[in-house]
């Protein structure tokens, strides 16, 4: 058995094939490993009142027994952009499973504040998961983010389980979106 230890992210391979290359490339394992993620408290409510793509406002209190992954971003940033195409993925992969993806769009500039530019943003990057509106940062700064983009991950239970920031790290990711799925819930 070898355990390997990246982040907050353990992942210990038993038995199985996995091509696992280390320096800050892509790390490819099979489904049969099993992934360790520590309990880093309550998720922070998203207190956001304009969504796109929602029929209403998603709360994390309202979304007990599904795993929520949470995309800090901003339209103008080519690091989000790149991370956009691995968050429309797992949402039509998992979102049967019970994966939410939540877009918390916390904009750096003026022309990024505007609604129509957000929506029209949404359009050309086809996104078609719930995106808020976080002008004023409410959600921004309930979580403590500093950087753009940053991905979280709340648990079946409303736990914070798991971040990481920058572009990246799409095989631990997904082994951890994997991995609270397959938690059970009461």
Not at 31 to 52: F, K, M
Not at 95 to 110: A, C, Q, T
Request: charged fraction near 25%.
């Amino acid at each position: 058995m070898r355990v390997l230890t990246t982040g907050l992210l353990s992942l210990v391979l038993a038995g199985c094939s996995a091509a696992t290359v280390l320096g800050g490339e892509e790390l490819n394992v099979k489904p049969e490993v099993v992934v360790s993620l520590r309990d880093l408290g309550p998720a922070p409510e998203l207190g956001n009142e304009i969504w796109l793509n929602a029929d209403q406002p998603l709360r994390p209190s309202n979304l007990r027994g599904k795993v929520v992954l949470l995309d800090m971003w901003t339209f103008g940033c080519v690091n989000c952009q790149r991370v956009v195409p691995y968050l429309r993925d797992w949402f039509e992969r998992y979102r049967d499973r019970g994966l939410v993806v939540i877009g918390n769009h916390y904009p750096e500039f003026k022309y990024e504040r505007e609604l129509n530019n957000l929506r029209a943003a949404l359009a050309r990057l086809d996104i078609s998961y719930p995106v808020a509106q976080d002008n004023e940062r409410m959600t921004w700064n309930a979580y403590g983010t500093r950087f753009w983009p940053t991905l979280y991950l709340i648990d079946k239970q409303g736990q914070l389980r798991y971040s990481h920031i920058g572009e990246g790290r799409y095989a631990e990711t997904e082994s951890a979106i994997e991995a609270l799925l397959a938690e059970s819930y009461p």
